[in-house]
């Protein structure tokens, strides 16, 4: 045993004696590798060993996304490049070759996996220092929560036509999760949308008193998915339409214009198509005025009647012809204002000379030269404008008292007619109007008074010529008009005779002008004239001093005459 022992104990001598040597051998080796030389002459120092991984070494639960990254370097500052060596065996190959960032990113990777890896640091004088192996362990991933907690709850019933389907989803790792929906009528109900991302689906207006099935299929992005159990609830039967309501005009008001519309707000719990009954009236119980309005406002065509309390009820019917009544509703129109208008000057049956009254007339208002028309207005409301008006014809507003318009035309005909007539529209700020008129007769030229008294009436009773033809240099003076006849055919009428001819190359003057006139000026300066005037007398022919014609038909009172 001795022996043996001690041949044991030989053995163990040789053996420790050869561990001796090569430790001191690696010891050597090892030194001198560490203080090898830079290029420069100065000691290297290797890099820094990798260390401060992410993930960290042993973790759990790693996102399958996660970037590798780690703490690197070199005690001399040098530039450091790295080898990755990433896999899932305890001897990762290398996947990345002297890069100079200190991350690596390995790509999307598995679930429930366990990744090992691994850097070396090469500083720029070929000198390396590896890290550690480290090791981390990716999540798992879980389909999604089951859907649950459905509304309509499962089993419900009387639910609204109208209702949402609604459940709470979501994943344990919190993925993206999307749903598909089924819902129909029958127990295997058909799939009705495809990867929502919300907890809500709306299925549109269903069917009263029905039995609808629906189920959810939720899915996360890693293509787990989980199935939710198939529900069901029974729809409600219809629901009349809601009371009418917030009337305008609001119930119990007053002082309501009498061009209101009445309007209400009305609709349906079951979002049916809903019409209206309209009853209106003066009575408490008033009639039905309209049927069927889709509206929720009603136009009336004519005004109310003013100061008047007046009754309304609106009855809704729903598509299913369920009918709600609204209340009696009351409101009161305004009070009526009021505007009238008058014409104070001219005044009827009074003969206005340039804009003053000197006598009464008979029957007639007869107007010489200027008028200033004058009106005298009153209104509630106050007056917006007063309107005058010529034979229809829109003149001038007038906005501030005292409301006038100053006529003087230079020459107005109303068609053959010498009578005019004046209208005045008053307008107030509500926008009623009212209305005044006055006929008139207006002589712009001179005139003898008891042609003034007899005009309006143009007959033999009055000497009178017209006059059509070509001129030349037509003027319009104070005292009417005068021409250069260059050929005009003329007919004077009278209680003595008619006479007709033709008057060339004389100058003319037309003083007493009645009736229509025509002027239609010619040539590029307007000197030449077609003219057709009539004109109280006759024509006035001078004796041609070579002993042509000789003819006095009639002497005009004013000197007209060619
Ligand atoms: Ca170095
Ligand atoms: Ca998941
Ligand atoms: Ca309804």
């Known amino acids: 045993m001795w022996i043996e022992r001690n041949k044991i104990n030989n053995y163990s001598i040789l053996r420790v004696g050869s561990a001796l040597i090569l430790a001191a051998a690696l010891v050597i080796s090892t030194i001198a590798y560490s203080f090898g030389t830079s290029a420069d002459g100065n000691r290297n120092s290797p890099p820094y060993p990798p260390s401060n991984p992410f993930p960290t070494n042993g973790s759990v639960n790693v996102s399958i996304m996660a970037q590798l990254s780690w703490t690197g370097g070199d005690p001399d500052n040098d530039t450091v490049t790295y080898n990755v060596f990433f896999g899932t065996n305890q001897t990762p190959g290398q996947v990345a070759t002297n890069i100079s960032t200190t991350t690596y990113n390995p790509g999307t990777m598995n679930f429930s996996t366990n990744y090992y890896w691994k850097i070396i640091a090469w500083d720029n004088h070929s000198q390396s220092t590896a890290g550690p192996l480290w090791q981390f362990t990716t999540r798992a991933n879980h389909p999604p929560y089951e859907p649950n907690t459905p509304d309509p709850a499962n089993g419900s019933t009387n639910v609204s036509v109208i209702a949402q389907l609604h459940w709470i989803g979501g994943d344990p790792d919190n993925d993206t999760v999307t749903y598909n929906v089924f819902f129909g009528t029958n127990q295997t109900p058909p799939q009705v949308a495809t990867n929502i991302s919300t907890t809500t689906y709306n299925p549109g207006k269903m069917n009263f008193t029905t039995i609808y099935y629906w189920r959810i299929i939720a899915w996360d992005n890693h293509n787990a998915s989980t ?6 609830f029974i729809t409600g039967a219809n629901h009349p339409p809601n009371v009418p309501n917030t009337p305008y005009p609001a119930d ?7 061009n209101t519309d009445l309007s209400w707000i009305g609709g349906d719990p079951d979002n049916d198509t809903v019409k209206y009954d309209i009853f209106f009236g003066t009575e408490p119980t008033p009639p039905k005025i309209i049927s069927n309005l889709s509206s929720t406002t009603y136009h009336f065509f004519v005004p109310l009647a003013y100061d008047t309390l007046h009754y309304w009820r609106i009855v809704a019917w729903d598509s299913q012809s369920a009918s709600t009544s609204g209340p009696l509703w009351t409101f009161t129109t305004e009070k009526p204002t009021t505007i009238t208008v008058t014409i104070t000057k001219p005044l009827n049956n009074t003969f206005y000379f340039h804009d003053q009254p000197l006598f009464s007339l008979p029957q007639r208002t007869i107007i010489y030269g200027s008028i200033t028309i004058t009106a005298n207005v009153t209104a509630d409301a106050g007056v917006a404008r007063v309107d005058f008006y010529i034979d229809g014809k829109y003149m001038w507003n007038d906005t501030t008292e005292p409301y006038t318009f100053v006529w003087n035309p230079f020459i107005q005909f109303n068609g053959l007619s010498l009578t005019h007539t004046i209208k005045v529209i008053a307008f107030d700020k509500d926008g009623k109007n009212a209305t005044a008129e006055i006929n008139v007769t207006k002589w712009r030229f001179h005139v003898l008074p008891a042609l003034i008294i007899a005009a309006g009436v143009i007959s033999s009773a009055i000497p009178h010529t017209t006059m059509k033809g070509f001129v030349f240099n037509l003027r319009e003076t104070t005292r009417g008009y005068t021409f250069f006849a260059i050929r005009m055919h003329y007919h004077t009428i009278s209680l003595i005779q008619n006479a007709r ?31 057709s005037i009539t004109f109280v007398g006759g024509v006035h022919i001078e004796t041609n ?18």
């Open 227 to 232: 199935s939710g159990p198939l529900w069901e």
């Open 545 to 562: 001093p070579t002993g042509g014609i000789l003819s006095r038909l009639l002497q005009p009172p004013d000197k007209s005459g060619c």
């Open 252 to 258: 119990g008001s007053t002082n309501i214009s009498v």
């Open 501 to 531: 001819g033709v008057i060339q190359m004389k100058r003319c003057a037309a003083r007493v002008v009645i009736g229509p006139i025509t002027i239609i000026r010619l040539g590029p300066l307007h000197t030449f004239a077609y003219l």
